[in-house]
């Protein structure tokens, strides 16, 4: 059974970086059929997509139009987790933000989920 | 960027009773369909992929129907442990996308 176990600080400063892991047990972030992604969830947007990372010989990304300029997900394979970055956010930045895998289109497991508010 | 459209907003039901759910996506998205429910405080769940294929664990009065741009999620008997907020999800075309959600309520 695959889980996902999230790490990383609730506040963040406005114009900060917002950073948050993801580890992994029960699977490999290197996979051959796995993708691996960040969703972040508030009243405004709704459940939203960030991006993923995936394995597929060599490492690929993709990103949101939304966050594209401001995001980057990198695997770890030494610790088996990977991790978001969101730089210069913003208070609409805040949400709570999961991580989540893939090997087909529907998002199965999920992490617990942290809230990250961005605030002074 | 497909757009999905959950209807109602709302599903107000009583114990036992049928709940219907409704997802309409802004173009085709095939059968290529997920449905998730969410609890307070707790992530989205899995209940259904591939539009009508139930996933590990997920009782049979779960199920869901429809393929192109019209689907529906189904719960024949609602448990207690049912309400809660349900969203649909499709994976046809990047980004895949999130309906808002149905919040099912006890009537």
């Known amino acids: 059974q695959v889980q996902l176990q999230q790490s990383g600080p609730g506040l963040v400063k406005p114009s900060q970086t917002l950073s948050l892991t993801c580890a992994i047990s029960g699977d490999s972030v290197s996979s051959n059929s796995a993708a691996w992604h960040w969703i972040r969830q508030s009243p405004s947007r709704g459940l939203e997509w960030l991006g993923r990372t995936y394995y597929r010989s060599k490492w690929y990304n993709d990103y949101a139009i939304s966050v594209k300029s401001r995001i980057t997900i990198n695997p770890d394979t030494s610790k088996n987790q990977f991790s978001l970055q969101l730089n210069s956010v913003t208070p609409e930045d805040t949400a709570v933000y999961y991580c989540a895998g893939t090997t087909r289109g529907w998002f199965d497991p999920w992490g617990q989920g942290t809230l990250v508010t961005v605030s002074s | 960027e497909i757009m999905m459209t959950q209807s109602p907003a709302t599903l107000s039901v009583s114990p036992g009773e049928r709940g219907t759910l409704s997802c309409r996506a802004s173009q085709s998205v095939s059968s290529n369909l997920a449905w998730y429910q969410q609890k307070p405080g707790q992530a989205p769940r899995l209940l259904i992929y591939?539009?009508?294929t139930r996933a590990t664990g997920i009782p049979a009065r779960f199920s869901g129907s429809g393929s192109g741009t019209d689907f529906t999620l189904t719960i024949s008997s609602l448990q207690s442990e049912d309400f809660a907020v349900y969203y649909c999800?499709?994976?046809?075309?990047?980004?895949?996308?999130f309906g808002q959600g149905t919040k099912v309520e006890i009537k």
């Open positions: 591939d539009a009508s």
């Open positions: 999800q499709q994976y046809n075309n990047w980004p895949w996308t």
